[in-house]
């Protein structure tokens, strides 16, 4: 497998294998090692996601049936249309919103790049118009991981960031996580986290103790 990792050219820092409760393997390719600090791009948005689950257990949110109208009820919706109101939550985690926000590699990531020149991102992203009834079809989106954050902001009155140091990071034991924000001091919900530094090691060094994973 490793050979074939390297032969391919694949972007893969570190692989750990689990069997039976055990890490039987962990290895990481050079410079990474355990622990050290480096971006784990559009990972960030199931860390997102997990915060938005912890978040409805918690009872900051009511569930995956809130609306885009409950969950930013400072918004101006005046100029909202009739099925954007009823996007909801599940929409939104599932990329289904029917939002014409345009920010993949299909558009060249041009309504990401115009949303970042805006000096209120949570503005604009809401301000998207409607280019299909939410949940017809998915359309992948930076800027609804981005409203994902801002929901949790929102609800829980602290940063994503903050959020998921105490409900999740704190719980798994893992520190010194840096996470970007807007310029509005929003989590950035799409990509950008940081794991922590530790030290570099050699090309696939097999570091390999079995011992057990707690479940």
């Not at 689990?18 to 393997?25: A, E, M």
């Not at 939002?99 to 060249?108: A, G, K």
């Not at 604009?124 to 409607?130: N, V």
């Not at 940063?159 to 807007?182: K, N, V, Y």
Request: aromatic residues 10%.
């Amino acid at each position: 497998m490793f050979e074939s990792i390297t032969a391919g050219g694949y972007l893969i820092d570190g692989v750990l294998i689990v069997k039976d409760g055990y890490l039987i393997t962990e290895a990481y390719r050079e410079p990474f090692g355990p622990g050290q600090r480096h971006i784990i791009h559009s990972c960030t948005k199931s860390i997102v996601s997990a915060c938005i689950g912890i978040a409805i257990e918690s009872g900051f949110l009511a569930g995956t049936e809130m609306r885009l109208g409950e969950l930013f009820p400072q918004a101006d919706s005046s100029a909202w249309s009739g099925a954007k109101h009823q996007i909801t939550l599940a929409n939104m985690l599932t990329m289904s919103t029917g939002l014409d926000t345009r920010d993949s590699y299909l558009y060249r990531w041009e309504g990401l790049t115009a949303m970042r020149r805006s000096p209120d991102w949570v503005a604009h992203a809401l301000s998207r118009p409607i280019a299909t009834s939410p949940g017809n079809r998915f359309d992948y989106s930076n800027i609804t991981s981005f409203l994902l954050s801002a929901a949790i902001q929102q609800a829980t009155g602290m940063s994503t960031e903050a959020f998921a140091r105490e409900h999740l990071f704190a719980p798994l034991g893992i520190a010194d996580i840096r996470w970007p924000q807007s310029p509005g001091n929003v989590s950035i919900g799409w990509g950008g986290t940081q794991t922590p530094p530790d030290r570099p090691c050699k090309d696939w060094n097999a570091l390999s103790p079995r011992r057990q994973v707690e479940r």
